[in-house]
């Protein structure tokens, strides 16, 4: 069984930046996904970043260029830098992890004014 526990948002003001981070505990795959989801208010949960234990990562069109993944193996963390935020991204952000099974984190509320 794994646990995750995402901290890091908050509100912020459109162009600015957030970090997003997940701690992840218990019994860890050695190769494992771990990746970003959002859900807007009425929306259906969506992709964002995902990042391998090898380091390949992957982006939703809409955030490249713009957030960051990466990951600590040693510490079992993901992060997700955020810059230039625009309201639209204003969601729950959850963190899951998956490799023979998948675990979600509880979410974190991003909200971006205008």
Known sequence: QVQL????????Q????????CAASGSISRI??????RQAPGK????VASI??????G??????????????????TVHLQMNSLTP????VYYC???????TWGQGTQVTVSP
């Open 5 to 12: 526990v995402e901290s890091g948002g908050g509100l912020v």
């Open 14 to 21: 459109a162009g600015g930046s957030l970090r997003l981070s």
């Open 32 to 37: 494992n996904t771990m990746a970003w989801f």
């Open 44 to 47: 259906q949960r969506e992709f």
């Open 52 to 57: 391998t234990t090898g380091g390949v990562t």
């Open 59 to 76: 982006y939703v069109d809409s955030v490249k260029g713009r957030f960051t993944i990466s990951r600590d193996n040693a510490k079992n």
């Open 88 to 91: 639209e991204v204003t969601a």
């Open 96 to 102: 899951r992890y998956s490799s023979s099974l998948v």
